[in-house]
C-alpha cells in the first residue's frame, strides 16, 4: 500500500545533446547576477568554462565566480559562497559540475539568508526548518558528472572537517530551477569516477527498495529501473562513448533520486548513513563506500526483509528460486550484488577507501547517524561489526 504523499518537484530538465542551446532562455528569467559554481580543472579543460562564459557575457550578465569546490564539498567552502552572493547581490547560481558543485550551490542558496546561527549547525545537524520568508537563492545547473540526482532533487550533503561530520539534508522546496542534462558531457569523467557514480544511483535505489512492505507500485518501479541500470552500466563499461547506455544511465540516475520512486512508502538509508562517516573520515569517492558497505550490510539485515531480499534476487537478479530455501535465494541475490560490484571494478574493503585499523573504524563506527526505518533498527555495536566484516582480511 502507498501512505498517503504530497509530491511536487520544481526542476525543470533540459535533456540531450542540444540542451545547453536552451541556457539563454533560461537566463533571461533572472536579473543580473550570477554566480557561476564549479570544481577543480573539469570544466575548464573540456571547453566548457569558455563557452558559458560566451552565453553569459552575451546575455549581458555579471559574472562572479566560485573555484575548487572539491569532491566532498566543505561547509568553508560554501560559506567563501555565502560571502559572494552577500556582497554581490546574486540573483542565480549556477552550478556546473557533478553532485558535489550542486550540493554545495545549494548549501549557499538556503545559507545565504540564514541569519539565526551557524548554517551547518543548525540547518544540516539539527535540521531546522527555514523561515517561509527566508529568501532562497535560485540555483541551476549544468550537470557533468552522473550519480547523485542531486540536479533534481533539494538534498544538499555537506562535510565539515573541523568537525569530521559528513551531513545531508534534503531542503524541500528548494530543488534546481533547471538542469540541463547533456550526456556527451559526461564522456570525459574518469573510469574511476563513471563507475563511482552509476554505483551511486543504484544505491539509491535499493536504499528506498530495502524498507516497508512489499505491495506498492514505488518497489516496481525501483526493480524496473535497477536492471535497467545494470544493462546500461556494463554497455558503458565496455565502451564509454555508447550514447544509448549513457544517456540511460544519465535519467536513470536523475529518477533514482528525484525522489519521485521513495514517495508513499519508508526508505532505509542506513548505507548511506554510514559511507558519509567514512567520506568524512577518509574523503573517499562516494559510490566507492557504498560499495564496500552494501554486501556486507545486507547480508546483516536480510533476515529481518527475507520477502523483500528473496524479491531482490529474482527480479533483478534473475535467480532461479527453485529447490532453494527462501534464505538461499536471499542470500544468491546478495552475492549476485557482489558479483556486480566486483565486474564494475568497484572497491570491495575498507583498505581501499584508506581505512587501516580497528580503532579509526570504531570511531567511524560510533559517530553514524542510524535511521529508524530499516528492516533491522541497528545500533553503533552493529555498525562496528558490518565495518569490521568489510576488512579484506575477512574477504
Ligand atoms: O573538480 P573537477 O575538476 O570538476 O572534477 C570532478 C571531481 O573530481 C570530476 N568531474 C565531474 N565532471 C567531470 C569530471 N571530470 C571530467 N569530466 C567531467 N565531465 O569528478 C570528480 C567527482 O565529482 P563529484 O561532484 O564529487 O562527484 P559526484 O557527482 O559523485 O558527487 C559526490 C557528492 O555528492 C554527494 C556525495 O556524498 C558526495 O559528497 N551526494 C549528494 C546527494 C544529493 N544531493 O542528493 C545524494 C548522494 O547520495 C550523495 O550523498
Ligand atoms: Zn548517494
Known sequence: MLEDFIYQNKTKIYFGEKSLDYLKDELANYKDNILLVYGHESIKKIGLYDYLIKILNNSKKNVFELSDVRPNPSYEKVLEGIKLVKENNIDLILAVGGGSVIDCAKGISVGAYYDKGDVFKDLYLAKKSLDKNQKIVPVGSILTMVGTGSEMNGGSVITNYDLNIKEGRVFFGCEPRFSILNPKLTYTVSEYQMRSGIFDAFSHMMEQYFSGSDDNVSDDLLEALMKSLIKNSYLSYQNPKNYIARSNLMW?????????????????????????????????????????????????????????????????????????????????????????????????????????????????????????????????????????SCFKSNK
Not at 587501516?356 to 545500533?379: F, G, M, R
Request: net charge negative.
Open 252 to 388: 536513470i540516475a536523475s529518477m533514482a533520486l528525484n525522489t519521485i520512486l521513495g514517495v508513499g512508502k519508508t526508505q532505509d538509508w542506513n548505507v548511506h548513513n554510514i559511507e558519509h562517516q567514512i567520506g568524512a573520515y577518509t574523503d573517499c569517492a562516494h559510490g566507492m563506500g557504498l560499495a564496500v558497505i552494501s554486501p556486507n550490510y545486507y547480508r546483516y539485515i536480510y533476515k529481518d526483509g527475507l520477502e523483500k531480499f528473496k524479491r531482490f534476487a529474482i527480479n533483478v537478479f534473475n535467480v532461479n528460486p527453485n529447490g532453494k530455501s527462501d534464505d538461499e535465494v536471499a542470500l544468491k541475490g546478495i552475492d549476485c550484488l557482489e558479483e556486480f560490484i566486483k565486474a564494475s571494478k568497484l572497491a570491495t574493503n575498507l583498505e581501499e577507501l584508506g581505512v587501516h585499523d580497528a580503532d579509526l573504524v570504531k570511531e567511524i563506527a560510533y559517530s553514524v547517524n542510524l535511521s529508524p526505518t530499516s528492516y533491522k533498527i541497528l545500533n553503533h555495536d552493529d555498525v562496528y561489526k558490518i565495518l569490521m
